[in-house]
């Protein structure tokens, strides 16, 4: 199920982690809940995840990897609900109380049970594609700002609106299959600032103040996200002198983008000098995360990675898996970013924001 070698803390975690280290960012019950009876957040998410069923159904349909896709894809649906289901009526089966990293977790294992490793495969393939095509141009246009914080802030609205590439999110989802995604269009279309967490003033004048020695980056999703977000963003550290190491799931899990996938892309997107658009990649690692889910628990990293982090004085959280629906609260021993865009309509109220409103959530460790 798991990365064959051990898992083990990430090692920039404020310590002791026991007490100020939770995961999941909203608590779905608290201690005084009565543990047999859902509370109204555990209902509110089991639903969520019910609505996702047919979007993951679709998609499982169609994996040719799979022989019987279709009669497995409808056991999965049955199956994954059947579980949803008795979460409702005892949050303790099922290994519960329910939250994010549980129902997220169940949902792979039905799926992984079933023979199912990868039912996004072919549309992040599609993704990539069109997304490396583009990369160029969008470096391009970066370069072109010669004002640093505006080169910085169009850098910033880039990571956002690759962001919007997230079949986790049965909106999305829905939205994309019926015209794909424009990424300068969403880049323009964005919710205006300030955003419901925008800590970017002050990240900017950090930023024109000293470069960071050494960045890890847990990044999300295929496609535009990585490649027309991440990688432009990357690339202006390494110019900046900065070591960058982008993070990546071990498994699949939705439209995420793998550790082996990434090194493929990266590959893909740089000229016959092995440069990325005139940059370097001498500094830039990437690294396995040990993880195999659209969301992280950080006491569950590669060893790989934690001993690439151990060093760095930057962590970057991106997407709202990573950075909102866990971790948003995390405290680290060294400068963080979590970045990411609100995409279900829960986390937004959570959050006292609007539907696909922006979070960009800085923290400096004073010296």
């Known amino acids: 199920m798991e990365s064959a070698s051990e898992l083990v803390e990430f090692p920039l975690l404020l310590t002791p982690i026991d007490s100020h280290y939770r995961a999941c960012t909203i608590p779905y019950r608290f201690p005084s809940d009565n543990p047999r009876k859902p509370t109204p957040t555990e209902i509110s998410w089991i639903d969520l995840f019910l609505n996702s069923i047919p979007s993951f159904k679709k998609r499982a349909e169609s994996d040719s990897s799979v022989p019987d896709a279709v ?12 579980i949803l289901e008795d979460l409702k009526k005892d949050p303790e089966s099922h290994g519960g109380p329910p939250d994010c990293i549980l129902l997220c977790r169940l949902r792979e294992l039905v799926l992984r049970e ?27 246009l970066n370069d072109a700002i ?8 169009n850098l910033v609205r880039g990571i956002f609106a690759g962001n919007i590439f997230d079949l986790g999110s049965a909106q999305l989802a829905e939205v994309f299959s019926k015209d794909g995604m424009s990424f ?17 003033d002050t990240f900017k004048m ?21 490649i027309l977000g991440i990688m432009p963003f990357a690339r202006e550290l390494l110019r900046r002198g900065s070591q960058v190491v982008l993070a990546a799931n071990d498994l699949p899990s939705i439209n995420d983008v793998t550790c082996s996938e990434l090194v493929e892309i ?25 993880n195999d889910l659209p969301v992280i628990d950080l006491t ?41 865009m609100v995409k279900h309509p829960e986390v937004a109220q959570f959050l006292g924001g609007r539907l696909y409103d922006c979070v960009f959530k800085y923290n400096e460790v004073s010296s």
């Open 146 to 153: 010669e004002d640093e914080g505006k080169r910085l802030e």
């Open 266 to 290: 990266i590959s893909k997107l740089k000229d016959e000098q092995g440069q990325l658009v005139g940059v370097s990649t001498s500094n830039l690692l990437i690294s396995n995360s040990g």
């Open 300 to 340: 569950r990293v590669s060893q790989e990675l934690a001993y690439l982090a151990s060093d760095a004085d930057l962590v970057i959280l991106e997407g709202m898996g990573r950075g909102i629906e866990t971790n948003l609260y995390a405290q680290f021993k060294c400068d963080s970013l979590k970045i990411g």
């Open 184 to 200: 300068l269009a969403s880049c323009q279309n964005l919710v205006p600032r300030p955003w419901v967490i925008d800590d970017l």
């Open 71 to 82: 009669t497995k894809a409808e056991k999965f649906a049955q199956r994954y609900a059947d």
């Open 114 to 140: 079933l023979g199912f490793r990868d039912i996004f495969k072919k549309v992040k393939d599609e993704e990539n594609a069109k997304a490396i095509s583009l990369f160029k141009n969008v470096v391009q």
């Open 206 to 226: 950090k930023w024109s103040r000293k470069p960071w020695k050494k960045v890890i980056i847990f990044v999300d999703n295929s496609g535009a996200d990585i």
